[in-house]
RNA sequence: GCCCCUAUAGCUCAAUCGGUAGAGCAUUUGACUCUUAAUCAACAGGUUCAAGGUUCGAGUCCUUGUGGGGGCACCA
């Protein structure tokens, strides 16, 4: 028998055990519990007083057994609190059950709050139950578990047992839960549209392809949620916005899983510059949400980076993507002989490839990683852009800005393209040099006759939510904040 | 796709030059009614990721594979 086995085994019996003894080793409803962080207050100051009775349940994690005196740690969602076990309390009955007790199982208690003689806030059990018997050895008590990949394979004993995990993924809800109440206070919409797609139109990524069986059609999961949120905009629907999952066929790394969560907001009657100001209202409310949370003070909005810092106090600065080239090159990105000169020596193809697609390999390597932000980017090369509208004064600029903070892209939003026969003209041009797959321009008929029906002038704006929650939270990968990233499968 | 690192008991980690695989925690047994990673005593626990190879002898060296991590590339 293996260890593992062995440890199981002794685990088991106990199980039996509790059921002898007449309880179900993995309980009923237990109603009337109570948050811990909220009873912990609620404690006697002075030792040894008997407190208010309180009922609480939770995880062991730690037991210090001194005989007919026990010390269990538990803990919740909210937090955790010692128990103090007495067998003169239990009687003989109830202490057979506590005799049953290991690492890792799920207790509720009735008992009165009260501090130890050294200080230490805990309840005094008058009575035990049983909710579920844990028959998987835990990890060790102190270490926790360590291995990256028994973490993210088995993420429960990540949350279970390393600090901060849990707290993150629930600021995580908690900034999304801000995302939606700034829309719903700018009386947005929320909507859901499909993910399986025939067309994996609105954004330039590689798709995952699925197929139909009763159709027998290939279908594309969604790369973006762009062309449907639109034609609900030529429906009516003047604010909508979606929180949904995407997904991309590409490499995974700190700041991508393949499938991840993207929030797209249109609104009627706006542009790229309404969208600045909604996208600063978003990321700052929850900014404010997790600084409150995190207990921080100070007047400006400063939430920690690693040893940095990052200050979303708005407003934030706008600068012309044109003028950073040229910050960053030493002259100006219409000058194409120059363009072409410094991309050869970056080692950037420039045979047959369109001019603006070889200005934007220059952008993203000389300009983009420098981006501390938030800042945001504005007016892009037109040719880019197939879904941007066009400045009225300068066809040759897309009316689109990016949101950057610390060399990540957050946020990209433009004014919508409602011309069809431009669409229609963008979608057939594909440009020199982009694989077909690379590119946003994918012929949409359907779309494109949605916008011949005639959509309002608008704003778009979409927002990488694992980014933002990345950001916010201190997490340098997307793995911290997503419950469940993808893993190859073992064997 | 390329390069580097990595895999030892349930968990956290050792193992010198290639020479009997060890410790702590957890478990099991015993003691203990105010502990704080409780303490004390005793027992037990191994297909060293997999498959090959070199060698008298491999956890250790070599080859291949698999999982994971990091970097590059890809990815607005």
Not at 123 to 149: F, M, N, Q, R
Not at 187 to 215: K, S, W, Y
Not at 420 to 435: C, Y
């Amino acid at each position: 028998m293996s260890e593992q086995n062995r440890l199981e085994t002794f685990r088991v019996e106990k199980l039996q055990h509790i059921i002898d003894l007449g309880h179900d080793p993995y309980g009923q409803r237990f109603d009337g519990h109570r948050p811990i962080a909220e009873v912990r207050p609620l404690c006697p100051e002075e030792n040894g007083i008997d407190g208010e009775e309180v009922r609480v349940a939770g995880r062991i994690m730690l037991k210090r057994d001194t005989g007919k005196l026990w010390f269990v740690n538990i803990k919740d969602m909210t937090g955790n609190i010692q128990l103090m076990i007495s067998k003169n309390e239990l009687g003989d009955e109830q202490w057979a059950l506590v005799k049953t007790l290991d690492l890792a199982d799920i207790v509720g208690v009735d008992g009165l709050l009260r501090k130890t003689k050294t200080g230490e806030i805990s309840v005094y059990v008058k009575k035990l139950t049983i909710l579920t018997k844990s028959i998987a050895p835990p990890p060790e008590k102190y270490h926790g578990v360590d291995d990256v990949e028994t973490l993210l394979r088995h993420r429960y004993l990540d949350l279970i047992y390393s600090d901060g995990v849990l707290d993150r993924m629930l600021l995580r809800s908690s900034i999304i839960d801000s995302v939606r109440q700034t829309l719903r206070g700018n009386r947005f919409v929320e909507v859901e549209t499909p993910v399986l797609h025939a067309i994996a139109g609105g954004a330039a990524a590689r798709p995952f392809i699925t197929h139909h069986n009763a159709l027998d059609i290939q279908l594309y999961m969604r790369i973006a949620l762009e062309l449907h949120l639109k034609r609900l905009m030529v429906g009516g629907v003047e604010r909508v916005y979606e929180i949904g999952r995407v997904f991309r066929n590409e490499g995974i790394d700190a700041t991508h899983n393949p499938e991840f969560t993207m929030i797209e907001i249109y609104q009627s009657y706006g542009n790229y510059e309404t969208m600045m100001d909604l996208t600063e209202a978003i990321v700052t409310d929850a900014a404010r949400i997790v600084k409150e949370k995190l207990g921080l003070e100070g007047d400006r909005l400063v939430l920690p980076w690693g040893d940095e810092t990052i200050d979303f106090t708005s407003p934030w600065p706008r600068k012309k993507y044109a003028d950073l080239f040229e910050a960053a090159a030493g002259f100006p990105m219409t000058d194409h002989e120059k363009v072409i000169e410094l991309a050869k020596t970056k080692h950037i193809q420039t045979e047959n490839v369109h001019i603006d697609v070889i200005v934007n390999k220059l952008f993203e390597e000389l300009v983009e990683d420098s981006l501390e932000g938030p800042v945001f980017v504005i007016d892009y090369p037109a040719s880019i852009c197939p879904l941007t509208k066009r400045k009225q004064n300068d066809p040759t600029i897309a009316e689109r800005f990016e949101l950057y903070v610390k060399g990540m892209e957050l946020a990209n939003a433009y004014t919508e393209l409602n011309d069809p026969r431009l669409q229609e003209q963008l979608f057939k041009t594909q440009l020199a040099g982009q694989a077909e797959e690379d590119s946003m321009a994918k012929m949409d008929h359907e779309f494109v006759y949605a916008l011949k029906v005639g959509m309002p002038p608008a704003g778009g704006l979409g927002i990488g939510i694992d980014r933002l929650v990345m950001l916010l939270t201190n997490s340098k990968t997307i793995r911290d904040v997503i419950y469940f990233p993808l893993m190859k499968p073992e064997n």
